[in-house]
């Protein structure tokens, strides 16, 4: 699958690892690395994905996503991984998808966020050369809305709670 992630490009994800003392942690982790390890997905990740999924892609969720019960709770064991290996899809637990679906109602709720992601364009990928340092880079917006008072750029993030 090539997919955004697999691209090759500078992003604001890959600028969390940057360490001056420790610049290896960086490149460890830069999609310029031929050896780069892929990052194994945690709780938050994949939440995260599900939420993104649930509000801008919420037709393609049961196309995206699995849901399993019988793997346990924690995403590290053998089982969940073996299981992992045999799908496209990320897995998840109905516990998840139930919090996914109550955490994009709750936002919902809100006329003012309903007009303001309504009519935007959802999960728009730019790629570009930096012509100061020749550097390939890479963004993906949430969403991008123009209206009469400007260009809106909304960048989503999560929380495990609905009341925060």
């Known amino acids: 699958m090539n997919s955004y992630f697999d691209k090759v490009g500078l992003s604001k994800s890959q600028l969390k690892y940057w360490d001056p ?80 679906t109550k955490m994009v109602e709750a936002l919902l709720k809100h006329e003012a966020i309903r007009n303001l992601l309504d009519s935007g364009t959802n999960e728009k990928e730019y790629f570009w050369t930096d012509k100061g340092w020749g550097i390939d880079c890479k963004a993906k917006l949430d969403c991008i809305k123009n209206t009469e008072e400007g260009i809106y750029v909304i960048d989503y993030k999560s929380t495990s709670q609905m009341d925060k």
């Open 21 to 100: 003392h420790n610049p290896s942690k960086f490149w460890d982790n830069c999609t310029f690395n031929p050896n780069r390890k892929p990052i194994e997905p945690n709780d938050a990740m994949v939440q995260g994905q599900l939420y993104h999924a649930f509000l801008w892609e919420r037709d393609k969720v049961l196309e995206m996503f699995e849901v399993n019960d019988g793997l346990g709770k924690m995403r590290s064991n053998k089982k969940w991984q073996e299981a992992q290996k045999h799908t496209e899809k990320t897995i998840i637990t109905t516990d998840e998808l139930n919090h996914g």
